[in-house]
C-alpha cells in the first residue's frame, strides 16, 4: 500500500513556496522546519515541551563553536557583512542555502552541464546547499568529489533500466505514513522531508523538498506512527530518518523523542543525519542537553569524502560523543568521488579520530537518475580486500547493498575461502598467503573446490571467483 502524506498546518517539513524564482528552481522556505510549537493544531497546544538547562547560557555562539580558516576566507570573499555570530547561527545557515543559479554563480562559476541541471531541476530535490558546506566545493574543478555530488549534473534526468524511484520499495512496506516496518523487530520513522543540503545521489530524492507534492509530515502523522509502534511489542529499535530529523527544532525533537521514549518496549533510538557534516553549526549545546535525556540514542552519520572532515565538523562530532551519543557513520561508494581505498582509508581513519565508527559502505541505491554515481560491485569488494589487514578493523566498514524492492540490508565480503584439502579449511590473508584450519567433517570450502574444477580463478583484487 502506497500512503499518501498530506498537507497539514502543523507540518514539520517545508512550506508551500508561492512562485519559482527567475531561474526555475523551486525554493523551499527561507526558515528551518520548526521554531517550535504553534497554535493551530489542538495537540500542538496541549504539549509540554521539555526546555534543556544550559549553565553556561551567556557564552556566545562565537566563544562555542570553532571557525576554522577555510570559513573565515569564504565570508571575508563572499558574505563579508556576516557577522561570526550569524554565521555560527544554524538557522542562519539555513534561510541563507544556496538554491539557485543565480546565489550558486555568485560563489561557483558552472559548466554548461551544471547549469542546465539547475535550471532544469524545478520539482523534487532541489539544489540547497548551506554556506558553510559551499565553502567546502571547488570553485574551479567540477570534477572535485563535493562539487560532484551536490551541484546537479544533466545525467541525472536520465534513467537507466533497473532504477526506481523508490528503489528500496519503502513505500510499500508503510504500515501507516511515515512507518516503514521492514524488519521484524525495527522500523524506520520518516519524520520529514527536510534537508539543510541535498545530495544529488539521495535514495529518496522523490520525497524530499518538494514543496508541492504528496509527501508532508506533521505531528498528527508523527501520532499515527508513535500509535503503531505502541501497538507493536514486538518493535525494539526505532530509526528517525527523513530528510534529516535533525533540521527538527529544539522543543519538538523533544517531544517526539519523549513520546517515544515512553514506550515500555522500545529499547533504543537512532537518528540518521548528514547535519553534523553540512550544517555542523547545529550541533549546539543545547541540541546536546536534548539528546542527552534520552538515552540509549545512537546516531549514523552520512560521510562522504575527508574533505568533510573539518574542524567545525569534528567538533560536531566531539559534542555529540561527550553527550554519550555512539556515533557510526555510513558512507555511500560513488564512483568518481571516493571508489578507491585511499580515499575512504583516510575518511575511515579521520572518523576513528572524530570518534565516529565506520559502519556501512553502501553500495550506490539504483535511484532513477543515479547510473553516473554507481560503481560496479567488486570494485566495493576491492576496496574492501585492500583495507582489510593493512588497517584496524575498526577503521573498516561493512560493504553492504540494500536490496531493491525492500530485502532490506545484504552484506558482502571477498571471499577469503579458498576451498578444502580434506579435514582442512584453506583461507587465504591479505597478504595472499594461503593457510590451513582444521575443520574436521565441515563443509565451508566444498563450493569453492568444485568452482576450481570448473576452470574457476580467484580474483586476488576482489576476491570473487571468475568463470
Not at 7 to 12: E, I, V
Not at 58 to 69: A, E, G, I, L, N
Not at 358 to 366: A, E, T, V
Amino acid at each position: 500500500m502506497i500512503h499518501n502524506f498530506r498537507r497539514a498546518a502543523d507540518q514539520c517539513g517545508p512550506s508551500s513556496q508561492a512562485a519559482n524564482d527567475e531561474a526555475g528552481t523551486l525554493q523551499e522556505t527561507d526558515e528551518p522546519p520548526d521554531h517550535g510549537p504553534t497554535t493551530a493544531d489542538p495537540l500542538i497546544s496541549s504539549l509540554t515541551f521539555i526546555r534543556p538547562q544550559r549553565k553556561d547560557a551567556q557564552r556566545t555562539s562565537v566563544h562555542d563553536f570553532p571557525v576554522s580558516s577555510q570559513s573565515l576566507d569564504f565570508i571575508t570573499r563572499f558574505y563579508p557583512d556576516c557577522t561570526l555570530e550569524e554565521w555560527n547561527d544554524w538557522k542562519w545557515q539555513v534561510r541563507n542555502r544556496i538554491r539557485d543559479v543565480r546565489m550558486l554563480e555568485r560563489v561557483i562559476p558552472l559548466t554548461g552541464t551544471e547549469r542546465r541541471a539547475v535550471l532544469r531541476r524545478t520539482a523534487n530535490l532541489p539544489i540547497a546547499i548551506t554556506p558553510y558546506y559551499l565553502s567546502l566545493i571547488s570553485r574551479t574543478d567540477p570534477h572535485q568529489p563535493l562539487r560532484k555530488t551536490h551541484i546537479p549534473w544533466e545525467e541525472e534526468f536520465s534513467r537507466t533500466p533497473g532504477e526506481d524511484p523508490d528503489p528500496l520499495g519503502e513505500e510499500h512496506h508503510m504500515a501507516v505514513p511515515g512507518i516503514v516496518h521492514r524488519y521484524p523487530d525495527r522500523v524506520l520513522f520518516l519524520t520529514t522531508g527536510f534537508c539543510s543540503t541535498y545530495c544529488r545521489y539521495c535514495t529518496r530524492s522523490r520525497m524530499v523538498g518538494e514543496t508541492n507534492g504528496e509527501y508532508s509530515f506533521s505531528v498528527s502523522q508523527w501520532e499515527l506512527a508513535i500509535r503503531y509502534i505502541e501497538q507493536h511489542p514486538e518493535i525494539r529499535d526505532c530509526l528517525l530518518s527523513g530528510g534529516d530529523p535533525l533540521s527538527i527544532g529544539d522543543r519538538k525533537l523533544a517531544w517526539l523523542l519523549g513520546r517515544l521514549r515512553a514506550i515500555p518496549h522500545l529499547e533504543f533510538i537512532r537518528i540518521g543525519t548528514k547535519i553534523p557534516v553540512v550544517m555542523p553549526q547545529r550541533i549546539t549545546p543545547e541540541l546536546c542537553e536534548t539528546l542527552k535525556q534520552f538515552h540509549p540514542l545512537w546516531m549514523s552519520i552520512h560521510f562522504t569524502h575527508p574533505d568533510e572532515l573539518t574542524p567545525e565538523t569534528v567538533e560536531a562530532c566531539a559534542r555529540l560523543a561527550n553527550a554519550g551519543i555512539p556515533l557510526g557513520s555510513q558512507t555511500v561508494l560513488l564512483k568518481g568521488v571516493n571508489d578507491n581505498a585511499d580515499t575512504l582509508r583516510d575518511l575511515f581513519h579521520g572518523l576513528l579520530k572524530a570518534r565516529v565508527k565506520p559502519y556501512y559502505l553502501y553500495q550506490c541505491d539504483p535511484v532513477s537518475g543515479s547510473a553516473h554515481f554507481r560503481t560496479p560491485v567488486e570494485r566495493g569488494l576491492e576496496i574492501i580486500r585492500q583495507l582489510r589487514g593493512h588497517t584496524t578493523g575498526y577503521a573498516i566498514p561493512q560493504f553492504v547493498i540494500d536490496a531493491p524492492g525492500g530485502g532490506g540490508k545484504i552484506p558482502l565480503l571477498p571471499d577469503y575461502v579458498v576451498g578444502r584439502d580434506g579435514d582442512d579449511l584453506l583461507l587465504t590473508n591479505f597478504e595472499d598467503k594461503t593457510y590451513r584450519y582444521p575443520d574436521p567433517g565441515g563443509r565451508v570450502g566444498r563450493a569453492q573446490n568444485a568452482l576450481r574444477a570448473a576452470g574457476a580463478r580467484l580474483d586476488p583484487e576482489s576476491g570473487v571467483y571468475l568463470i
